[in-house]
């Protein structure tokens, strides 16, 4: 294979901050479909704030990284990395348009001796069984004869600085052994915190999609306890601390879990096993507990408002945070909306505050208006959904009535100032 030229397909969360990785060792290209993320790339700005205004700067500047809605800037790469979301239907089915979509981008450009590498979450076999195959009707190639492919599955965290792609280790793997070492050595090439070669890309697609899995299973566990516990008048935090001081209890808290990862790989698991024959249990129960949860704490605040004599019906309510997780503007997939949903059915007055979610596209995507405005002493109750650490210095007992209710979903909150949380 000739010299590497990179061309990275998607620049969300996961295949921006790649690119940008790429760049520095590679020539580099970002392919997206949406000419307005990539024009605000090129003037060097990222509005998921994944990568730093400087970095993607020097990646443009110093790097000759560049992003392009152009098929033809891509024909000249020969190492395809497709970052594409997988998200689920309204029936909580696969629906891998996304991948399909950037498959046929890959069959359009691809030549003789080049790679493929996918990095989207997936049940095992969807590389080998359902976009390779798009990509040999497209081009007219075979696998393993005229191209190669690859899985190496993302493992970015949106908003976490500190566990950045570069400093999480990275499982590869390839078609063949040869192409899995030659895929393996590019990805080391940049990844400081190394790499684990898988020996089948079914294996690698099989390591992703358990570790949320995995994660959401043992979130479920600590958010049954946590209804478990309300019952009994026992605080389970105060339980969780105390458990966690044994040195093999898993530190797991209870909340809300949604993102286009935790909330959603399960299912892809759950379909797989299920066309084997199949029936998962415990896969499919975590996920109906997690499900669960944003009806949970809106049932919980109106219980609370009632022991306090406080009228429901046309009552004020703020909801602090709407983002999926905390310090990060992504919205996809927020179970807060669930909290919203559940809030309506008493016909209440809801206020959402998040000063990290862009407004447009809260509005775009679930028809809510996010404020900017926090008027004091006008709520009945407060609902700290998400932990911004822009939420430090928010006086919250000052947005509230003397009379009223304030829930806590991530124990963020002096424990003293709640009324109630999970």
């Given amino acids: 294979m000739e010299k590497t030229k990179i061309c990275v397909i998607g620049l969300g969360y996961v295949g921006l901050p790649l690119a940008r990785l790429f760049s520095t060792k590679y020539e580099t290209v970002g392919f997206d479909m949406n000419q307005a993320r990539v024009d605000a790339l090129m003037k060097g700005h990222d509005a ?39 998200p689920v239907d309204e029936n909580n089915n696969p629906d891998l348009t996304p991948l399909y979509g950037a ?39 075979k696998m393993n004869v005229d191209f190669y492919a690859g899985y190496s599955p993302e493992r970015i965290n949106p908003g976490d600085k500190k566990h950045t792609v570069e400093h999480i280790k990275k499982v590869t793997s390839g078609s063949t052994p040869e192409i899995g070492k030659k895929v393996n050595e590019v990805y080391a090439s940049v990844i400081t915190a190394g790499t684990h070669l898988a020996p089948t890309m079914k294996v690698a697609e099989a390591a992703k999609v358990i570790e949320n899995s995995q994660r959401d299973i043992n979130i479920a566990f600590v958010n049954e306890l946590s209804k478990i516990f309300n019952k009994m008048g026992i605080d389970t935090t105060d339980v969780l601390e105390a458990a966690s001081t044994k040195w093999n209890f898993l530190p797991f808290k209870p909340g809300l879990v949604g993102g286009h990862c935790i909330g959603v790989d399960p299912y892809y698991l759950a379909q797989c096993a299920q066309r084997y024959g199949y029936n998962p249990e415990i896969i499919l129960a975590g996920r109906r507990m997690n499900d669960s949860m944003g009806e949970y704490v809106a049932s919980e605040t109106v219980k609370h408002m009632l022991k306090k004599g406080i009228q429901v019906l046309n009552s004020e309510i703020v909801i602090l945070g709407f983002t999926f997780k905390e310090n990060c503007p992504d919205v996809r997939n927020t179970k807060v909306i669930d909290i919203y949903k559940a809030l309506q059915e008493y016909n209440l007055n809801i206020t959402v505050y998040d000063p990290w979610a862009v407004p447009a596209i809260v509005e775009h995507e679930y028809g809510i208006k996010v404020t900017n405005q926090l008027p004091e002493g006008k709520f009945d109750a407060a609902i700290l959904a998400v932990a911004h650490s822009k939420f430090d210095d928010l006086d919250v007992k000052a947005l509230v009535k003397e009379n009223h209710v304030i829930f806590d979903v991530k124990s963020f909150l002096p424990k003293e100032i709640v009324d109630g949380r999970l």
């Fill in 48 to 86: 998921t704030l994944e990568v730093a205004d400087d970095l993607l700067q020097d990646a443009i500047n110093n790097h000759g990284f560049i992003c392009t809605t152009d098929l033809e800037k891509i024909r000249d790469c020969n190492f395809y990395v497709v970052a594409v979301p997988t």
């Fill in 103 to 141: 498959s046929t981008t890959v069959g359009k450009v691809i030549s003789k001796g080049d790679i493929v590498v996918y990095e989207s979450t997936v049940y095992p076999g969807v590389t080998e069984d359902e976009c390779i195959p798009v990509v040999e009707k497209v081009s007219g190639l």
